[in-house]
């Protein structure tokens, strides 16, 4: 007889339901997870209100999820790292370890990679919003603190990732554009590393307020004061870095003014995919744009940092819901005047 755990489940966009799903075996070198707290993202809200983005749509039911938490329940014979009763941040993301990207240290490119609650590969790769999940060895990351704040080490990843492609942050001038929980950790790696100065800008109050108290020394309401951003162009632009979360090609190309000579621009945010730049500011100041896509050993690093309590991201927590009101957490979620990060209790 197969197992079963109650799961979130999106079937199409709007329709997500709480169903039971399979729990399979564990296999020598797994590990099953008792799930406590899972963090809504914007990939799952994308496929929540739109069933999908981009060319990445839902062909088959998948249960959502990728920022979990938990406690080890059970552990395969031959596995050594984590023993039932640890608590454990999960990483969604298990490369194959052998394509070509793996072995260049580029994990986060695999040719092969299974990324929790993730439609982009067929059949899709079901996620984490359960009850009980069963993952790889590697995937299980000690982390011995409350599983809502364990919870936070996937999307704090994915932001130290972000921050490393922006090199050198030790004193560094920051733009953050967009101040979501990824434009809010993003100030918070930036910060964490060095930077002397942060300035965030988003189009609305709420997610402002809460960047302001957390991070950026300034934060800017562009729809307040669509020019707020101009006195830093002066002496061709003030910023060494910018963190581009908010996906939007206004943001990127309001960037470029304001951007010193040699600055590093890095974008984060992805919504339609597409940009006019001013290409002249970029080339006349040697701007340099760069991509970031998840992480790969940044996830231990997150958990590392969350543990010491090196971060505080308790004031990016705006709700938990039980895994029976999935359907409010997910419309709270979705509402940026109300909520930053929105969590499920399993
Ligand atoms: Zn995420
Ligand atoms: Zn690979």
Redo the contacts with the bound molecule.
């Keep these: 007889m197969t197992e079963t755990t109650r799961a979130a489940i999106i079937h199409a966009a709007h329709d997500l339901r709480i169903e039971p799903c399979e729990v399979p075996a564990a296999g020598p070198h797994e590990v099953r997870v008792r799930v406590r707290a899972g963090?809504i993202?914007?990939?799952d809200l994308h496929y929540f209100n739109h069933g999908g983005f981009g060319a990445v749509r839902l062909r088959e039911p998948m249960v959502l999820g990728?920022?979990v938490a938990g406690e080890v329940e059970a552990v395969g014979a031959s596995v050594t790292r984590v023993r039932p009763g640890d608590r454990v941040a999960v990483n969604p993301s298990l490369p194959c370890g052998q394509c070509r990207f793996c072995l260049l240290g580029m994990a986060n490119h695999c040719l092969d990679m299974r990324f929790y609650g993730s439609a982009m590969r067929f059949p899709h790769v079901q996620g984490g919003f359960r009850e009980t999940l069963v993952c790889h060895e590697s995937q299980a990351i000690p982390a011995d603190m409350p599983a809502g704040r364990a919870a936070f080490a996937?999307?704090l990843s994915?932001c130290l990732h972000a921050a490393r492609q922006a090199g050198n942050l030790m004193g560094a001038r920051v733009l953050v554009t967009g101040a979501g929980p990824i434009g809010a950790l993003c100030a918070m790696a930036a910060r964490h590393g060095g930077a002397r100065d942060i300035v965030a800008t988003d189009l609305m109050a709420a997610p402002l307020a809460t960047i302001a108290r957390v991070a950026a020394d300034r934060a800017l309401n562009l729809r307040e004061q669509p020019d707020a951003l101009a006195p830093y162009a002066a002496d061709k632009g003030y910023f060494d870095v910018v963190f581009e979360c908010s996906g939007t090609a206004a943001a990127l190309s309001g960037a470029l003014p304001v951007a010193r000579p040699g600055a590093v621009i890095v974008q984060v945010g992805l919504n339609s995919g597409e940009a006019t730049l001013p290409l002249n500011l970029l080339v006349a100041k040697e701007i340099s744009l760069r991509g970031t896509f998840r992480f790969h050993e940044e996830f231990a690093l997150a958990v590392d940092i969350l543990a010491r309590g090196a971060m505080d991201v308790t004031p990016l927590l705006t709700e938990t819901l039980p895994l029976h009101e999935a359907r409010r957490a997910f419309r709270l979620a979705s509402d940026r005047n109300q909520a930053m990060k929105v969590q499920l209790a399993f």
Excluded: A, D, L, N
């Design positions: 963090g993202c914007g990939s990728h920022e996937e999307p994915v």
